[in-house]
Every structure is written in C-alpha cells, then in structure tokens.
C-alpha cells in the first residue's frame, strides 16, 4: 500500500465511477482497475463493489475510508511543512539568549517575526554567551543571542545588532548616586562586583579591559552571572559594577547608572547573532534577516 494508491482509493470511493476517479487522478481507466485490485489483494479482501454503471464500497472498504482520508490529510501537510522549512517559512528554530537580551532586543524582535513567520516555532533557552556558543557547535541550538566581542569566535559568524557601551552602577543613596556622568578612573579604589569568569569569561574579560583602559585593575569583593543580579548586589551596598547600558530598561530606585566620561572610542559592547559558519538552516537565515531589519 502507498499514498498514490490510497489517493486512487478516495478518489473512486467518492466519485463511485471508475472513468471519473481516473481522471481526477490524471490517469487511464486500465491502470486505475489494476491498482485497486493490487490493493483489495494486499489487504486481503474486495473493498469495492463492481457493478456495470461504477463502484460502490463493501464494508471493508468503508471502515478504510476515514483512516485514508486522514492519511492523505496528514502526508499533504508533512510536504508543506518540509517545503516551509526549505525555504525558512517553517520548522523549529532553537535560540539561546543572554539575560540582556529580554531589555530591549528580545521583545522588538520576536513579536514581529512570530507575526512574518507564523509557521515557525521558536524555541528560545536562556543561557550565557559561553554555554549558547557550546551548544551551538553540539548543534543543539540554531541560534545565539550572545554578548560580543568574544574571546574565541572560532567556526561562528556574529551579525551585531544592539551596539551598547558600559555604564557604571551604583548605590543610589551613596555619594555616586548624585552624579549623571563620571570617568571610570575616578572608581579606581572603590570594590567591584564582577562577572564569573568561569561561567560568563567573555564578559568578565570585557570589563576587566574596559577597567585597564581606565588605569587600573578592579578590586573584586562579589561575583556573578547574571547582569540583574549584579544590579541587585549594588543595590545591597556590596560595590559598584560595569553593566551593559541596556540595563538602565531595569527599574530599580535602589540603583543609578552613571555615564562614562572617558569610554575609548572602540570600547563598545553589543549583542550579536551567533551561529556556525557552515550553517546550511534556511530557518537561521531567515531569522537573521529579519532581525538585520529590526
């Protein structure tokens, strides 16, 4: 048994005339005969009545009915699922993103390409730049909303597409709290929260630079993953921090976040779209597309 003759089956049991259900199924008459016959004999009894003026179903071929027409159903919307995904309008695409991302570049992003491409669920996983790029070469992620530059990029390709720069956070009661804008230098003494550099190595490398590029090495007292929760840590009075701009998004009264006066001119940060050079899922360049476009 095979979907053609299934088709040829629905056809002349909904049509009752064997010259008809031909020419729906672009056939001869003879061949039409010859597969029905293959298929009563392969299922082990007639499924049609012949009689001089067509055909009419026997019980058997009743009973088959429905379960044929639902398997003729479900294999048309397998080839248009499959067609989908060829030309990136269909499929499961699997994204991991950083916690940053859900500020701004997330909620921009997903709502429109959900309403673009409906026929393409997303499957999103928070993660750190590290983890995202790890499971990016195992192949269990399409796509990474990571923190850049990296320290390896290795078989990845980035498209950046929210430039940001660092901004320092500070307790807001504290007498950091009552300037807008201050030079980095000028925290040189003070304790710092930090970045893991086990768990999150390309931005704590990142900040460790930016705190060299100002003159000094930062004192560590705290670490962390996540930029909220190093936000909260400032809040709790535990040291200042060197987080994304983007998290200013993040209301917390407890918290102020200070311009950098003597930001390098190539001190910039961003999130950019990872995926792996020989990337062949037409599902990824859609996305990437419509994210260079938003």
């Not at 979907?3 to 010259?19: D, P, R």
């Not at 940053?100 to 993660?127: D, H, Q, V, W």
């Not at 956070?169 to 710092?192: H, K, N, Q, Y």
Request: glycine content about 6%; proline content about 6%; overall charge positive.
């Amino acid at each position: 048994m095979n979907l053609k003759q299934l088709q040829q089956f629905v056809a002349l049991a909904e049509t009752g005339n064997f010259h008809k259900a031909a020419e729906r199924m672009h056939m001869a008459q003879p061949p039409l005969s010859v597969s029905m016959r293959k298929l009563e004999d392969e299922l082990g009894g007639p499924l049609f009545l012949r009689h001089p003026t067509g055909a009419r179903l026997t019980a058997a071929g009743q009973a088959m009915l429905a379960d044929a027409r639902r398997t003729i159903f479900h294999a048309q919307q397998c080839q248009q699922a499959v067609a989908a995904a060829l030309h990136g309008e269909g499929g499961v695409l699997r994204v991991g993103f950083i916690g940053s991302a859900t500020y701004s570049l997330l909620p921009r992003l997903i709502p429109s390409f959900r309403r673009r491409f409906p026929k393409i669920e997303l499957e999103l996983a928070e993660s750190t730049t590290a983890m995202i790029l790890t499971r990016l070469a195992a192949h269990s992620l399409d796509l990474g909303l990571v923190r850049f530059p990296v320290l390896h990029p290795g078989s990845f390709s980035f498209t950046p597409l929210e430039q940001d720069e660092f901004v320092l956070a500070v307790p807001a009661d504290s007498a950091w709290g009552r300037l807008s804008t201050v030079a980095l230098s000028e925290a040189a003494g003070e304790p710092f929260i930090m970045y893991a550099e086990s768990t999150v190595p390309n931005l704590f490398a990142v900040a460790m630079l930016r705190c060299q590029q100002s003159g000094f090495s930062p004192r560590v007292t705290q670490e962390a993953v996540q930029v909220q929760t190093i936000v909260s840590l400032v809040e709790s009075g535990l040291g200042l921090a060197l987080v994304p701009g983007v998290a200013r998004r993040y209301v917390n009264r407890g918290v102020k976040f200070l311009r950098l006066s003597d930001n390098p001119i190539q001190s910039h940060i961003s999130i950019a779209l990872a995926a792996l050079n020989d990337n062949l899922n037409p599902l990824v360049n859609s996305f990437t597309a419509h994210a260079q476009n938003y």
